[in-house]
C-alpha cells in the first residue's frame, strides 16, 4: 500500500488548507480499515487530526473538530482533508495513514504547509 499527499504549501491565514491522500494498491473501501490525517508543527509531537472509516464513517480530534472535515472519493481512491480559517499555528508537515486495528501501518511520505500571509 502506497499513500501519497497533495496539496499547496504555503496557505494565508484565514484561508481554507485542502490536502489530498491518493492510496495505491489497496482500496480505501476494503474493511476494516480507516484512513487518517495527522500532523507534526515544527519542533512538535504528532497530533491525529481525523479518520474517515471504510464505511464512510468520520471521526475528528476535538479541538480541531470546528474547523476540519474529512471526505473520501472512492471512484479515485482518495480522501481528503479541509481545514477551514487556517492560522499559523496549523504550520506543519500533514501526513496521511492507514489505520490497521488501532496502528497505523502505512504513512504517506508527509506534506510541509506553511500558514503565512
Known amino acids: 500500500v502506497q499513500l501519497q499527499e497533495s496539496g499547496p504549501g504555503l496557505v494565508k491565514p484565514s484561508q481554507t488548507l485542502s490536502l489530498t491522500c491518493t492510496v495505491s494498491?489497496?482500496?480505501?473501501?476494503?474493511?476494516?480499515?480507516?484512513w487518517s490525517w495527522i500532523r507534526q508543527p515544527p519542533g512538535k509531537g504528532l497530533e491525529w487530526i481525523a479518520y474517515?472509516?471504510?464505511?464512510?464513517?468520520?471521526y475528528y480530534n476535538p479541538s480541531l473538530k470546528s474547523r476540519t472535515s474529512i471526505s473520501s472519493d472512492t471512484s479515485n481512491n482518495q480522501f481528503s482533508l479541509q481545514l477551514n480559517s487556517v492560522i499559523p499555528e496549523d504550520t506543519a508537515v500533514y501526513y496521511c495513514?492507514?489505520?490497521?486495528?488501532?496502528?497505523?501501518?502505512?504513512w504517506g511520505q508527509g506534506t510541509p504547509v506553511t500558514v503565512s500571509s
Open positions: 495513514a492507514r489505520v490497521d486495528e488501532r496502528a497505523f501501518d502505512y
Open positions: 494498491g489497496g482500496s480505501i473501501t476494503t474493511n476494516y480499515y480507516y
Open positions: 474517515i472509516a471504510y464505511s464512510g464513517s468520520t
